[in-house]
């Protein structure tokens, strides 16, 4: 039921950005990354979205095989690089297509080949691909300090020029401005 209802809200308020070239923006709850054992965790411990509220969570749905999610390897990493100190969390879910993009070690492999340092989710039965009613390989979402969702770029970030990394970035930036439930704690005391 969780995921019925941010698909609901998620599907009325979303735009192409194919179309409008600008990112998809609403604002809906985000569904919680299925649990998976630390095992399936490259780079990191298992996370939980509700554990990083207070940050800024970009969350890149991608498979090794497929070139549109590696060109956007770069601009993850420089967002990490720039923003990781400033409470921005860049999580990537390998969510497989084809059947050996399905052997973690090979996705271990493609990891370390790109030099992706941040952490990675091995979904191989996809059920974060479900609960999120994920489209397409790669898709990026913004999530807020306080756990919404609130930008989605569908497909590689500068495809034909759309200038999706800068859009994005100035998106991460305007994020990182609003406050968080640190800030209304305290406006509350």
């Given at each position: 039921m969780r995921g019925w209802k941010f698909v609901a809200v998620f599907s009325l308020l979303t735009l192409s950005p194919a179309i409008a070239q600008e990112p998809a923006t609403f604002k809906a709850k985000a569904p919680e990354l299925e649990e998976r054992p630390a095992s399936e965790w490259i780079n990191s411990k298992p996370l939980k979205l509700s554990e990083l509220h207070g940050q800024v969570?970009?969350?890149?749905?991608?498979?090794?095989?497929?070139?549109?999610?590696?060109?956007?390897?770069?601009?993850?990493k420089a967002w990490q690089k720039a923003f990781a100190k400033k409470g921005v969390t860049i999580i990537g879910v390998h969510t497989p297509e084809l059947p050996r993009e399905k052997n973690i070690q090979n996705v271990r492999r493609a990891v370390e080949k790109n030099g992706l340092t941040y952490?990675?989710?091995?979904?191989?039965?996809?059920?974060?691909?479900r609960s999120w009613d994920n489209r397409m390989w790669p898709t990026t979402y913004l999530i807020d300090k306080n756990g919404y969702v609130r930008h989605r770029w569908d497909g590689e970030l500068n495809w034909k020029k759309t200038k999706g990394a800068a859009l994005m970035r100035s998106k991460i930036e305007q994020l990182l401005a609003e406050p968080g439930p640190e800030d209304a704690a305290t406006a509350a005391k």
């Open positions: 969570v970009v969350l890149h749905f991608w498979t090794f095989g497929c070139i549109n999610c590696q060109h956007n390897f770069s601009t993850l952490p990675i989710v091995f979904d191989k039965d996809a059920r974060t691909w």
